[in-house]
């Protein structure tokens, strides 16, 4: 019997039952680590080492569908050095004795550019017979950008420091989020594969599924669900939407830093509602009675590195999709999707908005519709993980024995 190939991923997510304590930590990358190494699963021999930045409790629940079962759990937290040297012994011990027991991964998969990870890149690629390097890019907001001579000089002086410019040339492939991340690694040779991400088609809410708490619709409604940190936009886009003479509403889910303040501009605004933090399956149901759901990243904070996991979430809720033209936003959602240009936000997302007012509650949710089958049909985390699963085998390749 042939044994399937090893791959050694290296993440952040939290172990089986833990997210739910923490649900304003890492909601977006927890979901897509958890589904696409339970998707890869099919296809390698997996061992993963969390990263966190709290210590879970022992105790991890009855749900492993919402976690992945690390190996090995790291903490990074203050005293800050204190942990990093702590966590990068303890993960070296640990990759040490694998090695030594026979465990010897064909693959390492990391999740993203991080102090402790990187110094143990570093490292495994100065060993003996290091496995195959490859990075799994969400984001990047140091990428393509240029830095004062004087912050490089600073930084360059950080223990662990290694700016992401120079760290993205130490892997041998990479699987990205975004399209146009493809350029920092095709100059230097290294294979790229564009992976926007993915969703799990049976969480879909569909015309045949059950009735969401949300399907009543009168007034026009606009929404978002997600993060509220300035990278997401959600601040300008309550900004354009107040500025328009519309009887239509926005309505506002998530957590983050623009919380309080979107949540006194709700109390000065009956158009605007805030509703703070929902679940995963409430934000679906939220979305599914919207009209339609706006994903408003501007072009600043990289975010040309990353790609928007709701865009996945919005288009399982069924409804019309408005979103800023970024990373290839346009190649998952198609032709029936709404987009406008993030280099002129203020203008075009304020003419997108007064047009769908204006645009028949009928079309909006057949295009939604459209929308959603063709994620459910082209994007579905079992097609992911065995589009990355090609990709490496055929990079390397990689051979079962």
């Known amino acids: 019997m042939t044994a399937m190939p090893k791959l050694l991923f290296l993440g952040f997510a939290f172990p089986p039952g833990a997210?739910?304590?923490?649900?304003?930590?890492?909601?977006?990358?927890?979901a897509l680590e958890t589904q696409l190494i339970a998707a890869l699963r099919r296809h390698?021999?997996?061992?993963?080492?969390?990263?966190?930045?709290?210590?879970?409790?022992?105790?991890?629940?009855?749900?492993?569908?919402?976690?992945?079962?690390?190996e090995l759990?790291?903490?990074?937290?203050?005293?800050?050095?204190?942990?990093?040297?702590r966590s990068l012994a303890q993960l070296k011990r640990q990759y040490h004795l694998w090695r030594k027991s026979g465990w010897v991964p064909d693959l390492l998969l990391v999740y993203n550019l991080s102090p402790i990870y990187n110094q143990f890149i570093t490292w495994l690629r100065h060993s003996p017979a290091p496995p195959k390097l490859v990075l799994l890019l969400l984001d990047s907001p140091n990428l393509g950008q240029e830095l004062h001579w004087w912050k490089q000089f600073r930084r360059s002086l950080k223990p662990f420091h290694i700016?992401?410019?120079?760290?993205?040339?130490?892997?041998?492939?990479?699987?990205?989020?975004?399209?146009?991340?493809?350029?920092?690694f095709e100059t230097r040779q290294i294979p790229f594969f564009w992976m926007p991400g993915g969703c799990t088609p049976g969480r879909a809410l569909t015309d045949d599924g059950p009735a969401a708490g949300y399907e009543k619709r009168s007034s026009f409604r606009f929404g978002?669900?997600?993060?509220?940190?300035?990278?997401?936009?959600?601040?300008?886009?309550?900004?354009?939407?107040?500025?328009?003479?519309?009887?239509?509403?926005?309505?506002i889910c998530g957590y983050g830093k623009a919380g309080d303040a979107l949540r006194e501009l709700a109390r000065d605004n009956e158009r605007l509602k805030f509703l703070g933090l929902l679940t995963p399956a409430d934000c679906l149901q939220f979305g599914r009675g919207c009209d339609?759901?706006?994903?408003?990243?501007?072009?600043?904070?990289?975010?040309?590195?990353?790609?928007?996991?709701?865009?996945?979430e919005y288009a399982l809720c069924g409804r019309a999709i408005l979103t800023s033209?970024?990373?290839?936003?346009?190649?998952?959602?198609?032709?029936?999707?709404?987009?406008?240009?993030?280099?002129?936000?203020?203008?075009?997302l304020q003419k997108q908005l007064q047009l769908l007012v204006q645009t028949p509650r009928s079309e909006l949710d057949?295009?939604?519709?459209?929308?959603?089958?063709?994620?459910?049909?082209?994007?579905?985390?079992?097609?992911?993980?065995?589009?990355?699963?090609?990709f490496l085998q055929e990079t390397f390749p990689l051979k079962e024995r």
């Not at 304590?21 to 977006?28: D, F, S």
């Not at 759990?73 to 040297?85: A, D, G, S």
């Not at 760290?167 to 990479?174: E, K, L, Q």
């Open 19 to 30: 997210a739910a304590l923490y649900p304003h930590l890492n909601p977006a990358g927890h």
């Open 366 to 390: 057949r295009r939604g519709s459209v929308v959603q089958r063709r994620i459910l049909r082209d994007f579905s985390w079992e097609a992911q993980a065995t589009r990355v699963a090609n």
């Open 163 to 184: 700016s992401d410019a120079a760290m993205v040339g130490r892997f041998d492939a990479c699987v990205g989020l975004s399209q146009s991340a493809a350029k920092y």
């Open 44 to 70: 390698f021999e997996i061992r993963s080492v969390g990263l966190l930045p709290v210590k879970p409790p022992s105790t991890q629940g009855d749900d492993p569908g919402s976690g992945i079962p690390h």
């Open 224 to 251: 978002y669900f997600g993060a509220l940190g300035a990278h997401a936009g959600v601040s300008l886009l309550a900004q354009n939407f107040l500025a328009l003479n519309t009887s239509a509403t926005l309505e």
């Open 325 to 348: 033209q970024l990373s290839g936003v346009e190649t998952v959602l198609g032709p029936e999707a709404f987009y406008f240009d993030p280099f002129d936000f203020a203008r075009s």
């Open 73 to 85: 759990l790291l903490l990074e937290k203050p005293p800050e050095l204190y942990y990093r040297f």
């Open 292 to 312: 339609v759901l706006i994903n408003p990243r501007p072009a600043t904070h990289g975010n040309e590195n990353n790609f928007p996991s709701k865009i996945f």
